[in-house]
């Protein structure tokens, strides 16, 4: 499996990121493209993306944390919203399905901006995929 990643300019800087849907078992599908970061412990997905589907997010629990999430200075609590299906088409246009535990990150910190949604290095580690650097771009593969 090879997922092509595009660059573009998130929170200042350009960054990989990958074009993904993302579907709780109950409300319906929605998409976002997500900063590919191997410094973020979870995947996050974007408050304002959760909005559009009217999901009420703020009952599930928060995530237990010694201190809020710090992302490049953005303070965030975590809302658990279990485990969840994420989707990402391969080069060779087939959809891949990963089951995985996502967040929604409520901001704490007063900013101006949507945040973007985060796959962060549990999803690369549960899933054998790395970042691959090639001569027309950045990939995901799937390790052996």
Request: glycine share 6%; with cysteine.
């Given at each position: 499996?090879?997922?092509?990643?595009k660059?573009?300019k998130s929170?200042?800087f350009d960054r990989?990121?990958a074009s993904i849907g993302f579907?709780h078992?109950?409300?319906?599908?929605?998409?976002?493209?997500?900063i590919?970061d191997?410094?973020?412990p979870?995947?996050?997905?974007?408050?304002s993306v959760?909005?559009?589907?009217?999901?009420?997010?703020k009952?599930y629990?928060k995530?237990?944390l010694?201190?809020?999430l710090?992302?490049?200075?953005?303070?965030?609590?975590?809302?658990?919203?279990?485990e969840?299906?994420?989707?990402?088409f391969?080069?060779?246009?087939k959809l891949?399905?990963?089951k995985?535990r996502?967040?929604?990150?409520?901001?704490?910190?007063?900013?101006?901006?949507?945040?973007p949604s985060?796959?962060g290095i549990?999803?690369l580690k549960?899933?054998?995929?790395?970042?691959?650097?090639e001569e027309d771009?950045s990939?995901?593969i799937?390790s052996?």
């Amino acid at each position: 499996m090879k997922i092509k990643l595009k660059s573009a300019k998130s929170l200042g800087f350009d960054r990989d990121m990958a074009s993904i849907g993302f579907k709780h078992p109950q409300f319906a599908r929605v998409f976002d493209n997500a900063i590919i970061d191997t410094g973020c412990p979870y995947v996050i997905i974007s408050e304002s993306v959760i909005k559009t589907r009217r999901m009420p997010y703020k009952k599930y629990p928060k995530l237990e944390l010694e201190s809020p999430l710090n992302l490049g200075g953005i303070l965030m609590e975590l809302r658990d919203l279990g485990e969840c299906s994420i989707f990402m088409f391969d080069t060779n246009d087939k959809l891949n399905e990963f089951k995985h535990r996502a967040y929604v990150g409520v901001s704490l910190t007063p900013i101006n901006m949507k945040l973007p949604s985060f796959i962060g290095i549990d999803f690369l580690k549960k899933n054998k995929l790395s970042i691959n650097f090639e001569e027309d771009g950045s990939y995901l593969i799937k390790s052996q």
